[in-house]
Nanobody
């Protein structure tokens, strides 16, 4: 079974930094998309940063230039470096793996595997 475990969340002051990690296990596919999503209280889940199956990286506009997504261990470890954090970044952050990329490498994120989430709170 696929299992995703996030870590690295916490409480940080505005302008601070955090690094989230996601350890993936049970993945037998060789190509897939990976990404970080977040959900704030009372809001829907939104994408933060993704890497498609051919390596293209996308960021949500509000995080571009502040967040960096990367992966290691042949994609079994996923990171999100978050700098210059703002109160509006407060949310539960989830890593996700979509194991069914479409032609061209992109993923629809229709039925990804999700981690359990890690809370990020930005507050003074």
């Amino acid at each position: 079974d696929v299992r995703l475990v996030e870590s690295g969340g916490g409480l940080v002051q505005p302008g601070g930094s955090l690094r989230l990690s996601c350890a993936a296990s049970g993945i037998t596919y060789s190509t897939y998309c990976v990404g970080w999503f977040r959900q704030a209280p009372g809001k829907g889940r939104e994408d933060v940063a993704t890497i498609d199956s051919v390596g293209n990286i996308s960021y949500r506009g509000s995080t571009k230039g502040r967040f960096t997504i990367s992966k290691a261990d042949a994609g079994k470890t996923l990171y999100l470096q978050m700098n210059d954090l703002k109160p509006e970044d407060t949310a539960t952050y989830y890593c996700a793996y979509d194991l069914f990329p479409r032609s061209g490498g992109y993923c629809t994120w229709a039925q990804p595997y999700w981690g359990q989430g890690t809370q990020v709170t930005v507050s003074s």
